[in-house]
């Protein structure tokens, strides 16, 4: 059974851009959420999707955005990238909204760097 | 403001030197609490889900207890692979509510 898929692995972004990371939950889980890792605040969430709708969103500021396709797959993107957006970006995936029994499934993530 | 807080920060320990993780948090209304870890270079892996005060689980060398204030992992007789960072999450009972990660417990086994 494939897991949770993340692309790409890495990225180097300059200051500014935008950039745009990918999703694929376990086939039949309709829930997706993003957390932002770093070495000094830990995983934070930013936000939750289910039935292509955004459930639940973190304290993060505008520039950060996703959503949800049909397919349960899913997209978050970061615009005006900032130092400190670098990052490890993870996508966790679950059969419904919150968490089940066996919390969520994440992906290895998407390493971003903002040069 | 909820909060999960673990400790230690880093554990170093020698094969077969058994130890305790600990995660301590302040959440009005627990649904439940989640034990993951994380190699690095990977995402969490789903370690364990405790629901209520008294509740343990146990996988392999790992034990994790549930009190209404902590949680605690116990490592028995380590091995290297067992070199990983713990974290622990909370959900909250209300609503959907997400995952609320702690900062985590790097540990290193030495053979």
């Known amino acids: 059974k494939a897991g949770v898929t993340q692309t790409p692995r890495y990225l180097i972004k300059t200051r500014g851009q935008q950039v745009t990371l990918s999703c694929s939950p376990i086939?039949?889980?309709?829930?997706v959420s993003w957390y932002q890792q770093t070495p000094g605040q830990g995983l934070q969430f930013l936000f939750e999707?289910?039935?292509?709708?955004?459930?639940n969103k973190g304290n993060f500021p505008g520039r950060f955005s996703g959503r949800q396709f049909s397919n349960s797959r899913s997209e978050m993107n970061v615009s005006t990238l900032e130092l400190g957006d670098s990052a490890l970006y993870l996508c966790?995936?679950?059969?419904?909204?919150?968490?089940?029994?066996?919390?969520?499934?994440f992906g290895s993530g998407t390493r971003l760097t903002v040069v | 403001e909820d909060q999960v807080t673990q400790s230690p920060e880093a554990l170093r320990l020698q094969e077969g030197e058994s130890s305790s993780l600990n995660c301590s948090y302040t959440?009005?209304?627990?649904?439940?609490l989640f034990w993951y870890r994380q190699d690095p270079g990977k995402g969490p892996e789903f370690l364990f889900t405790?629901?209520?005060a008294g509740e343990e689980k146990e996988k392999e060398r790992l034990k994790a207890t549930l009190t209404k204030k902590e949680s605690f992992l116990h490592i028995t007789a380590p091995k290297p692979e067992d070199s990983a960072t713990y974290l622990c999450?909370?959900?909250?009972?209300?609503?959907?509510?997400?995952?609320?990660f702690g900062k985590g417990t790097m540990l290193l086994v030495s053979p």
């Open positions: 999707y289910f039935s292509e709708t955004q459930r």
């Open positions: 959440v009005s209304g627990l649904r439940g």
């Open positions: 405790l629901y209520s």
């Open positions: 999450a909370v959900q909250m009972n209300s609503g959907y509510s997400t995952l609320t």
């Open positions: 086939s039949g889980h309709r829930s």
């Open positions: 966790a995936s679950s059969l419904a909204l919150g968490t089940d029994n066996y919390g969520y499934t």
